[in-house]
């Protein structure tokens, strides 16, 4: 298995320049060109390892331009550029003790995802809660999420990479069951428990939670599982 790549040296060199061409604007609005190029070059980046670095060169803007600002103890950003440094390290290949992943019983999912499972697992309960029945609301978020373009990647065969009515319920599923202090039961019950103004408008609330996880998918936000 041959590792995806992290930027070369060209690709280093030509964001380079692009970020040297605003080095003549004041702050903020110098950080916030360095923000505009930083997220062309992650929308832009085709593998994860590119999308973090492009992410590392964001948080070094945000950084300059709260430095930049009378009213900020600059020693209240010493966390961020701690992290700063340990996304760095790991464009080297070492990585950083704060970066380390905690040691977890039981299955391992990413912050994205799990949130994005909670909120559309939340999606179809909150339709359920309204009146609809599980699997008519099940297969509303499954349809919308598949349009979207998400795709699970862990089967090998391509007609079951479609996400399905059973995908959504077995996410309410485990939402359901999993502790309080877990994120995908807060994601859950976030929306699952939204207040109901009126159920003929059910339809309308869901979609525009929807859309927002939509946005997620094609923005390659999430890992999707």
Known sequence: ????????????????????????LPEPERAIERLRVAKATFDRAPYAQQQR??????????LEMLSSSSSVDVG??????????????LDRGVVDEMLRPSR????RISYS?????????GISAYLIR????????????????GKAGYRKKR?????KILITDGTVREWRRRAREAPQQDLVFQRYQL?????????????????????VLAKQISARTIEME
């Open 76 to 89: 209240l950003l010493a966390p961020l550029e701690a992290l700063s440094r340990a996304l760095q390290s």
């Open 191 to 211: 929306l699952a428990n939204q207040p109901i103004n009126d159920p003929e408008n059910a339809r309308a609330v869901a979609d525009q939670w929807l859309g």
């Open 130 to 145: 309204c009146g609809w029945t599980e699997s008519k609301a099940d297969e509303h978020v499954a349809a919308a999420l």
């Open 113 to 121: 995802y799990a949130a994005f499972c909670g909120r559309a697992a």
């Open 155 to 159: 089967e090998t065969r391509k007609d």
């Open 1 to 24: 298995m041959v590792d995806a790549p992290t930027f070369s040296e060209r690709q280093r060199e030509k964001l380079k320049l692009q970020l040297a061409g605003i080095e003549h």
């Open 53 to 62: 670095t492009a992410a590392g060169y964001a948080l070094v803007a945000v």
């Open 104 to 107: 977890k019983v039981g299955r």
